[in-house]
């Protein structure tokens, strides 16, 4: 978040950190691309994603966004898709926002994996102008992205498009290069690699010790992904069984479903509220045709001539016990039979180290993990460092992502003997539980959908399940974000104590603590700029630059050369929350003499702004906002038409005509209404123009 450090000077409150950001494994400005996206900023928003995320286009389709788990409009009815505006800005704003550096350090690091880890830290090193060269086992960059996520969640042009990114900033991959076999840790010291980041994934499924697992038809999980994945197929049979309840679990079953068996089912410990995945996956997969048993546990793999006819379950007590711990206990004489002729084991998944058979002093945990120290990320050998899964033992890809970022940092302080630090990931408070009394006075909004592939199309292809969102949903959908932590404070050298913030704030934000003269303003803010307008001593504003509130935005307009050939020339303000895309309908007319200023919310707008469009060289100013039911604030309705009625005054007395100042209350921002008002004030204007002249 950026944020006006200059207006927080002397103030004792502390700025409270949005709970999306602080949820994210990377720190992603959550919350401000989608305030962007909010206000058809798209080139800005993907801009800042991509300062934090180098694989925005896969995140924005698989990540299990923590964010939006944390997200406070969870109290009011449900989560903004942050994830999805992500991928909202990739697919439709991608672009090219670094150049190689200046700078060029003359160590070279090699980085031993192309998966998430591996390439962000690629990318930073990069950026602090380090020479990097990853040396990736396949022949295509991604690691388990490619090789374990199915296309028909991540199609593989989206990770071709992150990783081209990362390579325009000069970072080389040496594909089909594997350590232990083609290249050695020993040998790439020898080539004067000052660092080594190991980042390889976790490529083998983890076993099952139980009886009948040496039946022909039993296949292990990651191994099925990777074949399916690369040759577009695998040898199964009718009956499909697969073992587990996590992502890759589910992504077992919808891929199995799609190379045409007869029936896929998924058997698994956990009780539906307890399975280790997103609630949107397994109802994907149920929504698919898949069939789920919850709570049974594995008690042995039944045969007939070498070949799987089924598994006998038992059914669960419990999966963790009393310590919280991974301990599953069943029901004695609960056995029942699951018929299959193939069983797929997704349990987990584990290392594979035989590459480093050779390395002495590198020490490995007792699950196969490479250790690693927390906060650098340094091996137990020097110059040799390690992240992602094969340190996590798993991990999401945002924290594998963190992890790259960190050991990027790391390493370079490592080898400059500097301390740089990364402030995102700086201990901050996080803005609080929204207060229940607060709740109701929040107006409910719908969640948008994701467009989805019907059901007859997606089992008859890998085609990519999920459409993307259009600019309309995309904006609707951002607009629901309530600002968090980025509302208004007050400034406590200024505060007079007037109570007047008290008094006009809808949602009874604003109070005085106990032995308080000033007034305090907390997290619950939802930024409607009623009391920054109406505080008679100005000692309220906004945290964020975001909220301009149009000041810099007329003034941008009245900069333009061409503005002074406009005649009439009429200045629009319109609240952008009934401006759903940027396809506003227009005419000619409206296009060469409506210039248009969109802020969320006009009850943050001074009127005094209104009076300047007209002192600066506007020969109409037309305010155009939301009725009253339609009010994204719910109260600004009455402060916009007081406030109008207000200036109006101010020109009558001026003997001004009436017709050069309107406001108008409309449903929409870019339907034919607005059309119709714009033309006919333009024809107003004129008239105006005519009399004066004459």
Not at 117 to 123: E, I, R, V
Not at 592 to 607: A, T, Y
Request: hydrophobic share 35%; aromatic share 8%; proline share 4%.
């Amino acid at each position: 978040m950026v944020m006006n450090n200059s207006k927080m000077t002397d103030t004792k409150y502390t700025c409270e950190e949005a709970p999306c950001v602080m949820a994210c494994p990377i720190r992603q400005d959550a919350r401000d691309y989608v305030q962007l996206i909010a206000r058809g900023l798209f080139k800005e928003a993907y801009r800042l994603v991509r300062e934090r995320n180098v694989l925005p286009s896969s995140c924005g389709r698989i990540c299990t966004h923590p964010c939006e788990t944390k997200c406070r409009r969870n109290s009011t009815d449900a989560p903004i898709a942050i994830a999805w505006l992500k991928r909202f800005l990739s697919d439709n704003y991608s672009e090219k926002i670094y150049t190689k550096p200046g700078r060029n350090y003359p160590e070279k690091i090699a980085i031993i994996g192309a998966g998430p880890a591996g390439l962000a830290a690629a990318n930073d090193l990069a950026l602090m102008g380090y020479s990097c060269t990853i040396f990736e086992s396949n022949s295509t960059p991604g690691g388990m992205l490619r090789m374990g996520v199915p296309t028909y969640r991540l199609p593989r042009n989206a990770i071709d498009k992150d990783v081209a990114l990362i390579q325009q900033l000069g970072v080389e991959i040496k594909y089909n290069t594997t350590l232990g076999k083609d290249v050695t840790l020993d040998g790439l010291k020898k080539e004067g690699y000052a660092a080594i980041f190991i980042s390889v994934g976790l490529f083998d499924s983890r076993n099952l010790t139980l009886e009948g697992i040496q039946y022909d038809g039993v296949l292990k999980g990651i191994d099925f992904l990777r074949e399916v994945n690369s040759a577009g197929t695998a040898k199964i049979g009718k009956n499909i069984l697969v073992i587990g309840g996590g992502a890759v679990a589910m992504d077992c079953a919808r891929t199995a479903l799609r190379l045409k068996p007869e029936k896929v089912s998924v058997a698994c410990l956990e009780a539906r509220k307890e399975m280790p995945t997103t609630d949107f996956e397994i109802e994907e997969t149920l929504h698919e045709g898949i069939k789920l048993y919850n709570s049974v546990g594995p008690k042995r793999i039944l045969g007939k001539g070498g070949m799987v006819t089924g598994l006998e379950t038992l059914r669960v007590k419990y999966v963790f016990d009393e310590q919280k711990r991974f301990n599953p206990a069943f029901y004695e004489g609960s056995e029942s039979i699951i018929e299959a002729d193939t069983i797929i084991l997704a349990i987990g998944q584990t290392s594979n180290l035989s590459f480093l058979k050779n390395q002495e002093g590198l020490q490995i945990s007792r699950g196969g993990t490479i250790i690693a120290d927390p906060n650098t990320f340094a091996t137990s050998v020097p110059g040799i460092y390690a992240g992602g899964d094969i340190v996590l033992g798993r991990g999401t890809l945002t924290e594998c992502l963190a992890q790259g970022k960190k050991a990027a940092i790391s390493i370079h302080n490592s080898l400059r003997n500097e301390k740089r630090k990364d402030e995102k990931w700086a201990d901050k408070p996080e803005v609080q539980k929204m207060a229940d009394s607060r709740v109701p006075l929040v107006k409910k909004e719908q969640k948008q959908d994701m467009p989805m592939l019907s059901l007859g199309e997606r089992l008859n292809s890998f085609d990519e399940v999920e459409l993307g969102f259009s600019h309309e949903i995309a904006v609707r959908e951002a607009q629901r974000c309530m600002n968090c932590g980025a509302g208004a404070f007050v400034d406590e050298n200024i505060c007079i104590g007037c109570i007047t913030c008290v008094r006009v704030c809808p949602f009874d934000v604003p109070e005085f603590r106990k032995g308080e003269t000033t007034a305090y303003i907390g997290g619950d803010c939802q930024s409607c700029g009623l009391c920054i307008v109406e505080c008679p001593a100005k000692a309220i504003s906004f945290k964020t630059p975001l909220e301009d509130r149009g000041r810099e935005r007329l003034k941008t307009l009245f900069a333009e050369k061409s503005i002074k050939n406009t005649k009439p020339l009429i200045v629009n303000f319109y609240c952008q929350y009934g401006s759903l895309s940027g396809n506003t309908k227009s005419n000619a007319v409206v296009e060469k003499h409506v210039k248009r200023i969109g802020i969320l919310g006009l009850g943050k707008v001074d009127p005094s702004l209104y009076l300047n469009a007209l002192e600066w060289g506007a020969d109409g100013v037309l305010i155009t906002a939301c009725k009253e039911d339609g009010c994204h604030f719910c109260a600004e309705y009455d402060w916009i038409k007081k406030r109008s009625e207000y200036v109006g005054k101010i020109l009558k007395e001026l003997g001004m005509d009436s017709r050069i100042f309107q406001t108008h209350f409309i449903s929409s921002q870019t339907d034919t209404a607005f059309l119709d008002i714009a033309t006919q004030m333009v024809k107003d204007v004129e008239s105006v123009i005519s009399v004066n002249k004459s």
